[in-house]
């Protein structure tokens, strides 16, 4: 960070004055530039800076935190006296320096703030042109750009001190298709903690064909088969479904508030024994990536179902302290204007065994799930409903014909228990992460998977197929 106005120790040890077990400072300067697309015409460019902090007192385990965005030593001291009057019994703590980082986040190639406006706005161009031109069918398209460089200071009542920077970029192409009475719509994303390098790998012209393709091919697919039926999930879904059905349920906050169909589960199968799920927030670029997390701690690879086992939770700083526990690095926040909680990074299911083309050939009649949609999901019981924005029949070992309207609908836990086959590949989703009104940057992953049985919402019933 540039020369600081204050000194964040004196902060600290003021918001401290009246006791408290650690108190945080959180500094940030966001930087950010959108533009989208829609109606065949630019609608909206604008470019931005957001700067704050935050400072966070726990004390017996309770949290008390507050922000300004006026960063002057006097409205900092201010802060500090808020969150401070929480407490009664007064006494002052020395805090010396133990550790201080500064890291530069992860290499970018093509950093957003040395590129061109014009640069950005041929992309959005580029994905809108290439869209429209698929097919005349196509009604809508819309196309979003979204680039942020975040420069963060955490600064701790335990002498610690760390600066880090990351660069994100974020580019979506919605496409709206339709034919008499049918209405379908495609949507891709592209995005990852790095600059615009991201088009060399994702070009915009790829990712909006994918998108135009997908709302038309579904124009003329069949109604989806209803009824219990196998369904292979493809590394291409992403991992929506170990995101949404399981992952949230393996955060420690909601674990601990019984929140959790895995509360007290530690140490127990909870899963299939081909299943290992990991939240990796070290690997380099990815959208859920960074070198710390939003408390100074460093991001880490955490095991957290074993072939099966349940062996942690993800921790910030907080529900760790309550767990007798060291923080995962899951501490996460939107903002200087959120305190910091238990998230996700990048989440998946690892690769197994099994060739992805073999799995296929293992169902004699069911679905085969290319793109996963929405849903929604009771992190209590694990129950979820999720739409499948691009799914197939398998008809005798076969990929056929694709299908519209498709749903899947069951529970978490009792899914990764019954999951018999895992293949040997890996595949990436993107999305923004909500939970208590704040959203992250996350990413998700799984191989090709079998599951056996599941109930699959359509049009018609299982002997439709």
């Excluded at 335990?158 to 379908?184: F, I, P, R």
């Excluded at 380099?284 to 960074?290: D, F, L, N, V």
């Excluded at 990074?345 to 099994?354: K, L, V």
Aim: aromatic letters at 6%.
């Amino acid at each position: 960070m540039k020369t600081l106005k204050f000194d964040p120790f004196r902060i600290i040890k003021h918001a401290m004055k009246n006791g408290g077990d650690f108190c945080d400072l959180y500094l940030e300067d966001t930087k950010t530039t959108s533009i989208s697309c829609e109606e065949d015409r630019i609608e909206r460019v604008t470019t931005g800076r957001d700067a704050g902090c935050g400072i966070r007192l726990i004390a017996s385990h309770r949290t008390y935190y507050a922000y300004t965005n006026e960063l002057t030593e006097k409205a900092l001291l201010e802060v500090a006296d808020l969150v401070a009057l929480a407490l009664r019994e007064g006494h002052t703590q020395d805090i010396a320096l133990t550790r201080k980082v500064e890291s530069s986040g992860f290499p970018v190639k093509r950093r957003p703030e040395e590129e061109p406006l014009a640069e950005k706005v041929s992309l959005v161009w580029r994905g809108n042109n290439t869209a429209r031109k698929v097919d005349r069918r196509i009604r809508q398209v819309k196309v979003n750009y979204r680039d942020s460089v975040k420069r963060s200071l955490v600064v701790n009542s335990l002498g610690e001190w760390v600066e880090d920077v990351n660069t994100y970029s974020l580019y979506t192409v919605h496409v709206v298709a339709s034919d008499g009475d049918v209405l379908q719509t495609g949507y891709e994303p592209a995005g990852g903690c790095m600059g615009l390098e991201l088009f060399e790998e994702n070009p915009p012209e790829e990712v909006a064909e994918m998108a135009a393709r997908r709302a038309v091919m579904m124009l003329t697919a069949r109604p989806a088969p209803g009824g219990r039926l196998p369904v292979v999930l493809s590394s291409s879904a992403g991992g929506t479904m170990i995101h949404e059905a399981v992952g949230h349920g393996l955060e420690a906050d909601l674990a601990q508030e019984g929140l959790s169909v895995y509360t007290g589960k530690l140490g127990t199968q909870v899963a299939s024994p081909l299943v290992t799920v990991i939240d990796d927030g070290t690997i380099p670029h990815k959208r859920g990536s960074a070198r710390f997390d939003d408390e100074g701690t460093p991001t880490q690879k955490t095991v957290l179902i074993e072939k099966g086992v349940l062996k942690s939770y993800m921790y910030d700083r907080l529900s760790a302290m309550k767990d007798g526990r060291s923080s995962t690095g899951n501490g996460r926040r939107e903002s200087y204007r959120h305190r910091p909680i238990p998230r996700m990074t990048n989440t998946m299911i690892a690769p197994g065994e099994s060739d992805p083309q073999e799995v296929v050939r293992s169902v004699e009649k069911g679905l085969f799930v290319k793109k996963m949609g929405g849903g929604q999901v009771n992190t209590v019981n694990g129950d979820f409903v999720f739409e499948v924005s691009e799914g197939y029949l398998i008809e005798k070992g076969k990929i056929g014909e694709p299908v519209r309207g498709a749903t899947l609908t069951g529970s978490g836990p009792k899914v990764i228990r019954i999951i018999d086959m895992v293949a040997n590949d890996l595949g990436f989703g993107i999305g923004t992460c909500g939970k208590d009104g704040q959203g992250v940057p996350v990413s998700d992953a799984q191989p090709t998977l079998r599951i056996p049985e599941i109930v699959v919402g359509g049009a018609v019933k299982t002997q439709g197929i």
